[in-house]
């Protein structure tokens, strides 16, 4: 099956599916070999990982270059993070038709405005993007794909803007009339309370995507209780390259040295094992005359 029809199964499936957090080939092939059956290619780990800000001040072709290798190194859809579409209603079809010429299942865009900033920073003090604006770039994007099973997710951040639920449910279902495929609803809490809310309110209207990077002490039988769709694991392939990068290299400029460093990395032969050097040496047998 295509990738943007594993996307919608994993979507519109009555079980609650997974997508985890990648952010290069390297770590998208990772998250297909866990068992995962999507990922989410995170605008913040995508940012972070090449040391710029979650302000996009990654470009937007930038995106897709990263997303052309992701895809490469797996057979699995990617949910892209779109952020706000990187423009009005027009860059944001263009981006659609791009991301579908590279095989991509699917974008998740937020009712934020261009240039955003990450969901956990002054949260309460970003400005959210006009509902009928926002609705006619949905549906300028749903008019845009060429293949029907491409995905449009449209992602709620009321109640990240502090605007409650009366704000998050009038959106929630403005979007879903525009034509999105499915709506994620943020949430910065501790808690899931808001979740818990939004989930009761909104009542199976349509699919629901959630990000438990605030609320991770929530156990996820109580997600799949409430009917949500899908859980994005956002930024913990990131997160854990982080500390582990942190943790090797000072090791190595305290020690000057890589005796008490090699058994705690990945083997060469595992890099070698992820890069697919073997595909490689059978192709050479093949198509290399014989030395
Ligand atoms: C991301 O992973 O970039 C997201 C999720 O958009 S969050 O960082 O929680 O806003
Ligand atoms: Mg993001």
Redesign the pocket.
């Known amino acids: 099956m295509k990738r943007t029809g594993q996307l919608r199964d994993l979507i519109h499936s009555p079980q609650t599916h997974f997508l985890m957090?990648a952010h290069n080939g390297l770590s998208a092939a990772i998250v297909e070999e866990a068992g995962f059956k999507g990922i989410?290619a995170?605008?913040?780990?995508l940012s972070a990982s090449m040391g710029v800000r979650?302000n996009n001040e990654l470009s937007w072709t930038q995106v897709l270059d990263q997303l052309e290798f992701m895809n490469d190194a797996t057979s699995i859809p990617i949910l892209l993070?779109g952020d706000t579409g990187y423009g009005n209603f027009n860059n944001a079809r263009r981006l659609v038709r791009k991301l579908e010429q590279r095989d991509i299942a699917g974008v998740c865009i937020?009712d934020k405005l261009f240039p955003k900033t990450?969901?956990?920073i002054n949260s309460t003090s970003q400005p959210l993007a006009n509902i009928d604006e926002f609705c006619g770039k949905i549906k300028a994007m749903k008019d845009a794909q060429q293949d029907d099973m491409f995905s449009v997710v449209a992602r709620v951040e009321a109640f990240i803007a502090g605007w409650g639920i009366k704000e998050a449910l009038l959106r929630a279902e403005a979007y879903r009339s525009a034509g999105a495929d499915a709506i994620l609803i943020?949430s910065n809490q501790k808690d899931a309370s808001e979740i818990e809310l939004f989930m009761k309110e909104w009542a199976g209207r349509h699919p629901v995507v959630i990000?438990p990077?605030k609320y991770y002490t929530t156990p996820t039988q109580f997600f799949a209780d409430l009917g949500v769709n899908l859980i994005i694991w956002?930024?913990h392939n990131l997160r854990t390259a982080i500390l582990a990068m942190k943790n090797v290299t000072s090791q190595i400029f305290r020690e000057q040295s890589l005796i008490h460093v090699e058994k705690n990395i990945a083997s060469l032969e595992e890099v070698f094992r992820l890069q697919r050097v073997d595909e490689l040496q059978l192709a050479e047998k093949k198509y290399l005359p014989p030395s």
């Open positions: 957090e989410w995170s605008g913040l780990s979650d993070d937020e990450n969901s956990f943020h990000v990077t956002a930024n």
